[in-house]
């Protein structure tokens, strides 16, 4: 009987599971949609913008190998 239970799935196919099957209880939508490009850069940088720790390498993103933009 157990293994009728059982769930064989990708790690993104588990992903979709389970926030599928617990939106409701993190209030978001039961019918999740990939992100747009502009949609999934937003909140990175909303992240980065805040990351105090992060304020010498935002300072001078060139001395530690980055690009600014």
């Known amino acids: 009987m157990a293994a009728e239970r059982l769930y064989f799935s ?3 196919g588990l992903g979709l599971r389970l ?3 617990h ?3 993190a209030n978001a939508s ?3 949609h990939h992100l ?3 949609e999934r850069d937003l909140p990175i940088r909303q992240a980065l913008a805040l990351a105090t720790a ?6 001078e993103p ?3 190998d980055y690009e600014a933009n």
Request: proline share 12%; no cysteine; hydrophobic share 40%.
């Open 19 to 21: 926030m599928t099957e």
């Open 23 to 25: 939106a409701l209880a």
């Open 62 to 64: 060139e001395r530690f």
């Open 10 to 12: 990708t790690l993104h």
């Open 30 to 32: 039961p019918k999740p």
């Open 54 to 59: 992060l304020g010498p390498i935002k300072a």
């Open 36 to 38: 747009a490009d502009s």
